[in-house]
């Protein structure tokens, strides 16, 4: 039986946070379309430069990855 309540707490905490995500999300989105173009193109350079430095790390991580697979064993 206490398991049972343990599942529907966890069930309910999963829930409840998807739900503040939800909410949380369409605040997020509400306060773009009300950005100004000057307030979009801030937010529009740090998603660039959030993505340029996730691409370095990829880019780096995938020449590793061939100079190893290049690389004779031995």
């Not at 995500?21 to 989105?29: D, I, L, N, S, Y």
């Not at 996730?54 to 061939?66: F, G, H, P, Q, W």
Request: proline residues 3%.
């Amino acid at each position: 039986m206490a398991s049972l309540a343990g599942g529907f707490a966890v069930t309910g905490a999963l829930y409840g946070a998807g739900l503040k995500q939800q909410r949380e999300t369409k605040k997020e989105a509400q306060a773009r379309r009300e950005a100004t173009p000057a307030e979009r193109i801030a937010i529009l350079e740090q998603t660039r430069s959030g993505l340029t430095a996730k691409k370095k790390v990829l880019d780096t991580k995938i020449a590793e990855i061939e100079a190893r697979a290049i690389k004779p064993d031995g």
